[in-house]
């Protein structure tokens, strides 16, 4: 006789692995108006991401110990919230405008991949795994951010009814943020809104977390990576946006797309998104193999990466347009 041991195939769900780099740096994130400002607006902008980039990379570097770094840059179009061109004219457009100004883009990225990546409803799986911290003394009141779309950092002031006869109106409170240090900074974020025809439309705060996680290779759709790299092949680029892969990678010597920790250099313009993206993956709960397995490569490499996801991602905000 044999011993067999016989296990339910969910009960140990296959998390597929992703190449990790020690940093992806993104050299931009810019919207239609941005492109159709021309190329000298480009050329402005990456004018003033070189010198943040290169500052990114020696402290990768000094963190590594000596090793070489494994860096890899990225930059992503949004073509969510409204279409324009074509990648066939905003591509070439952009990549001249980077090399000029003595930067290499790996990775391209659409934004529309962010909400979903060829079947994978990828919006909506991370938006599943929002995990509200509720706030101290609170009875559940509110209700929860997967029926109203919002996502708060700490206690929303409470709604001032109008009293009943006779009773006292109840006094105003302020809003108070749940790890507030002396001072609130309180912050409710849109995550989506919905149409009356049911279509929903994420937030440019919720894509850009969805982005972060992408980014740090966090991203997972029933244990399947999501926002794979596409090698780029081709002469050019299709004349539209849906013909072009989701994330396409442009340097075929590239590192790995996905890193420990992520640098995004951007306009200041982009302030409020990026508090609104830590408040949202503060609060969301990642897929705990992704994380084991950054764990324990990290660790094999002797590489120290935080605990909170959050902290992970770093910015330099330039001012400027």
């Known amino acids: 006789m044999t011993d067999a041991v016989f296990r339910e195939t969910t009960a140990e769900p296959r998390t597929q692995a992703v190449p ?32 943040w980039a290169e500052a990114a990379r020696a402290a990768a570097a000094a963190a590594t110990g000596g090793k070489r770094p494994r860096i890899s ?26 090399e000029r100004a003595g930067l290499v883009v790996d990775y391209l990225a659409r934004e529309s991949g962010c909400a979903v990546a060829g079947k994978a409803p990828v919006a909506e799986a991370v938006a599943g795994r929002l995990v509200e911290e509720p ?10 951010a997967a ?7 700490g206690e929303r002031s409470p709604a001032v009814r109008a ?31 919905d149409a009356s025809d049911g279509h929903r439309t994420w937030s440019c705060p919720f894509l850009a977390a969805v982005w972060q996680l992408a980014r740090l290779g966090l991203l997972r759709n029933e244990g399947e990576a999501v926002l794979v790299p596409h090698p ?13 892969p989701a994330l396409v990678r442009l340097n075929p010597g590239a590192d790995p797309f996905a890193a420990y920790r992520t640098c995004s250099v951007l306009p200041n313009r982009f302030l409020p998104v990026e508090h609104a993206v830590r408040v949202i993956l503060d609060q969301t709960e990642v897929a705990p193999g992704a994380l084991r397995q950054v764990a324990e490569r990290s660790a094999r490499e002797k590489t120290t990466v935080p605990d909170s996801v959050a902290d992970r991602v770093s910015y330099v905000f330039y001012a400027g347009p």
């Open 20 to 51: 990790l780099s020690h940093l992806s740096l993104e050299l931009g994130h810019l919207y239609m108006e941005d492109f159709e400002a021309g190329p000298e607006h480009l050329r402005e902008h990456f004018g003033r991401v070189r010198p």
């Open 73 to 98: 840059t990225c930059f992503l179009i949004d073509d969510y919230f409204t279409r324009f061109s074509s990648p066939t004219e905003v591509v070439p457009m952009l990549l001249a405008e980077a």
């Open 135 to 144: 706030p101290p003394g609170s009875y559940g009141i509110r209700p929860p």
């Open 147 to 153: 029926q109203t779309g919002w996502l708060a950092n």
């Open 163 to 193: 009293p009943q006869a006779m009773k006292q109106a109840a006094a105003w409170q302020p809003p108070r943020e749940t790890a507030a240090r002396r001072h609130s900074v309180f912050l409710d974020v849109e995550l989506w809104n």
């Open 232 to 244: 780029h092949t081709a002469s050019g680029f299709p004349e539209d946006w849906d013909e072009l």
